[in-house]
C-alpha cells in the first residue's frame, strides 16, 4: 500500500535550533518524493523535491530508500518558517499516475 | 498568469443543498485533481483527471461528482451537502509525466455545512 507517514503532528523549537521534520514511505515502485508548505491561510506551495537535491530557504531533504525516510532538515531555524509542512509521494504507476499521496503534515512552529 | 484559482473563497450551505466548487488553471496542464483538508487528516484526494473527458476517483470520492469538459476547468459538485463535508478543498493540476513535477494549488475554498 502507498503510503505517507509524518509522525509528529507538531514540533515547536526555538529561533536558530536544528530542525528536522520526519517523513517516512511506503511503495513499491521508485519513489517521488516532495515537501509541501503552507503558510497560514495561503496555499499549497513546492519547497523541495527529491531528485532536485537542491536548498531552499535553508531546507534540505535527503532520499534514503534504505530506511524509506524523506526527512527535511534546515540547521538553523527562523520564525518566518513556521507553517504546515506536508511530505507528499507521488505515484507513477498505472492508472494513478500523477496523483500525490499526502501525509497528515508537522505544524513547525519557531519561537523568538 | 494566474495559475490554478478556485471560486468561491467561503461557503455556507445548509445540509441537502448543493454546490459547485469552480476551479480553472490557464497552465494548460493535462492533470487536475480536488483535495480535502482535515485537520490531523492532511490532504485527501476526492477525485482527479488525467486529461478533458477522464475523471477517475480518489480516496474520498463519495459524495462528490466531477467532470473534465475542458483542459483548463475542473468543477467538482457537491451533490447533497452534509456536515461531514465541513472542510476546506484544494484543486491542484500539474503537468501529466513520468517526471518529477510540482503540482500548483489553488487558494482554497473553505465550506461549511451546517
Known amino acids: 500500500a502507498q503510503r505517507v507517514t509524518q509522525p509528529e503532528k507538531l514540533l515547536s523549537v526555538f529561533k536558530g535550533a536544528p530542525v528536522e521534520l520526519k517523513c517516512n514511505y511506503s511503495y513499491s515502485g521508485s519513489p517521488e518524493l516532495f515537501w509541501y508548505v503552507q503558510y497560514s491561510r495561503q496555499r499549497l506551495q513546492l519547497l523541495l523535491r527529491?531528485?532536485s537535491r537542491e536548498s531552499i530557504k535553508g531546507f534540505t531533504a535527503d532520499l534514503n530508500k534504505g530506511e524509506t525516510s524523506f526527512h527535511l532538515k534546515k540547521p538553523f531555524a527562523q520564525e518566518e518558517d513556521s507553517a504546515m509542512y506536508y511530505c507528499a509521494l507521488g505515484t507513477l504507476n498505472g492508472g494513478s499516475q500523477g496523483n500525490l499521496i499526502f501525509g497528515k503534515g508537522t505544524k513547525l512552529s519557531v519561537k523568538p | 498568469n494566474a495559475g490554478v484559482t478556485q471560486t468561491p473563497k467561503f461557503q455556507v450551505l445548509k445540509t441537502g443543498q448543493s454546490m459547485t466548487l469552480q476551479c480553472a488553471q490557464d497552465m494548460n496542464h493535462e492533470y487536475m485533481s480536488w483535495y480535502r483538508q482535515d485537520p490531523g487528516m492532511g490532504l485527501r484526494l476526492i477525485h482527479y483527471s488525467v486529461g478533458a473527458g477522464i475523471t477517475d476517483q480518489g480516496e474520498v470520492p463519495n459524495g462528490y461528482n466531477v467532470s473534465r469538459s475542458t483542459t483548463e476547468d475542473f468543477p467538482l459538485r457537491l451533490l447533497s451537502a452534509a456536515p461531514s463535508q465541513t472542510s476546506v478543498y484544494f484543486c491542484?493540476?500539474?503537468?501529466?509525466?513520468?517526471?518529477?513535477?510540482?503540482?500548483?494549488f489553488g487558494q482554497g475554498t473553505r465550506l461549511t455545512v451546517v
Open positions: 491542484a493540476s500539474k503537468i501529466r509525466s513520468r517526471g518529477n513535477t510540482e503540482a500548483f
Open positions: 527529491h531528485i
